[in-house]
Nanobody
């Protein structure tokens, strides 16, 4: 399984970015996947997850501003990030599970569910 993130970069507060994760050796549709991030000096945390049935869960801090989705035709996992705040500055990671779980808070908080991880991509939000 190979996961390659794209779409990161620098943006001003209030701006938008769309992250994409291209998967190879893996089909995004049937399995649990998620986006995680690690800010400088912090532990990696869950941002948003999406299950095999399309159910989603996201961190309270991004609810209403971030949307996770899968594109089965392109075999990608995407994260649309709107109204970005400085605290969103972090390295963002795509993660894939081999489990056919639905998206839930437990899936957001349990990183051991995910078997494969991308290299990460930097997102910087500045005022």
């Amino acid at each position: 399984v190979q996961l390659v993130e794209s779409g990161g970069g620098s943006v001003q507060t209030g701006g938008s970015l769309r992250l994409s994760c291209a998967a190879s050796g893996y089909m995004v549709g049937p399995y649990l996947m998620g986006w995680f991030r690690r800010a400088p000096g912090e532990e990696r945390e869950g941002v948003a997850v999406i299950g095999n049935d399309g159910s989603t869960e996201c961190a309270v801090s991004v609810k209403g501003r971030f949307t996770i989705s899968k594109d089965n035709a392109k075999n990608t996992l995407d994260l649309q990030m709107n109204s970005l705040k400085a605290e969103a500055t972090a390295n963002y990671y795509c993660a894939a599970s081999s489990r056919e779980y639905y998206g839930s808070r437990w899936a957001l908080e349990t990183q051991r569910l995910y078997d494969s991880w991308g290299q990460g991509i930097q997102v910087t939000v500045s005022s």
